[in-house]
């Protein structure tokens, strides 16, 4: 493949993916793509959006109208709104395929659209989510954070019940949720001294024990810890608090204990500019901010804000290596 481009995946044929892929591909791109999936699913697409797309051998550039891609075929034809699992192993390989092609240099970061793990796991495929597969296919541990132009919020714990997330935060993986933090907000982001904001665990932050142990036993010796290493990490702080303006000014990044203590905040705040960025690969991957929307595929009506932010995110951090393909 002739230069480094973004990896760009539709993620589940029955969904919004496709139909998004070819609004962005309607557009110029900030930088040089590559699309990995089904070349018929995505001029399906294209035809019921009304919309006009060439699809070019991958080593074409691309264009307004015009999208390389490499070809991964789907086993069936999608219907619209329902996900067939018979096209998972389509879904996984593409994503595979696009990541081994970051890993090896040919693409500079990972673009996905939204995935039906439902679908995927019946068809055979176990899977918790395409975070965890490109950790595994790249061997690495990795933190997500979730970005819009306002805040940035990682998240020491993702998809756990609530019941146990406390048993989930210990000192060991804490501490390398924040290395992982703060050398993404120092290398991709570029910030030479990043602030970072901790959330405690319990309301009030537990009150000094009173309402819980965790930030005395487990969150103050790791920010103790993180500082002594000469780094700006605060905290922990009441998550009630947290996010208002005065006290996020000059925070690089807040790092919340569980997925909806930070994640409504940052959604409320601006859920259509919002992407999914996965800290720790040996390459930038962000995602769409939403789900299928199973309930939108096939309409037109699909809103593709997050997959025009998360495609200009990518080019930003892929950084001069995209921008020297372009």
């Known amino acids: 493949m002739a230069g480094a481009r973004l990896a760009l995946v539709p993620g589940e044929p029955a969904g919004v993916g496709p139909e998004?892929?070819?609004r962005a591909a309607a557009r110029p791109f900030p930088a040089p793509v590559v699309a990995y999936g089904d070349p018929d699913a995505l001029l399906r697409a294209a035809r019921r959006l009304g919309l006009a797309l060439q699809i070019l051998d991958p080593d074409r550039p691309a264009g307004p109208g015009r999208l390389p891609l490499v070809p991964v075929p789907q086993a069936r034809v999608e219907e619209p709104g329902r996900p067939d699992p018979a096209n998972a192993r389509a879904v996984v390989d593409a994503l595979l395929l696009a990541a081994a092609a970051c890993r090896a240099g040919d693409c500079t970061a990972l673009v996905t659209g939204p995935v039906h793990k439902a679908s995927i796991n019946r068809g055979g495929i176990p899977y918790t989510g395409t975070t965890g597969l490109l950790a595994d296919d790249a061997g690495v541990e990795v933190v997500m954070m979730l970005a819009n132009p306002?805040?940035?919020v990682a998240l020491a714990t993702t998809?756990?019940?609530l019941a146990r997330v406390p048993g989930a935060i210990t000192r060991d993986g804490l501490s390398r949720t924040l290395d992982i933090l703060h050398?993404?907000?120092?290398g991709p982001f570029g910030l030479d001294s990043p602030r970072i904001?901790?959330?405690g665990l319990n309301p009030h932050a537990g009150e000094d024990g009173l309402l819980g142990d965790e930030e005395i036993e487990v969150i103050a010796p790791v920010i103790a810890a993180q500082r002594a290493a000469g780094r700006r990490v605060e905290g922990p702080l009441?998550?009630?608090t947290a996010f208002l303006p005065g006290r996020l000014a000059g925070v690089d990044a807040v790092l919340a204990m569980y997925h909806d203590q930070g994640l409504p905040v940052l959604k409320h705040n601006d859920f259509a500019n919002a992407v999914n960025?996965?800290?720790?690969?040996?390459?930038?991957?962000?995602?769409?901010?939403h789900g299928t929307a199973l309930d939108l595929a096939g309409t037109g009506r699909a809103d593709p804000s997050s997959l025009f932010a998360?495609?200009?995110?990518?080019?930003?951090?892929?950084?001069p290596a995209a921008g020297a393909a372009a």
């Open 183 to 186: 050398a993404a907000l120092r």
């Open 310 to 319: 998360a495609i200009q995110v990518a080019a930003t951090l892929a950084g």
């Open 238 to 240: 009441p998550a009630d």
């Open 20 to 22: 998004l892929c070819v």
């Open 150 to 152: 306002a805040m940035r």
């Open 159 to 161: 998809h756990l019940p």
């Open 197 to 199: 904001a901790v959330l």
């Open 277 to 289: 960025i996965t800290l720790g690969l040996p390459y930038p991957r962000v995602a769409v901010d």
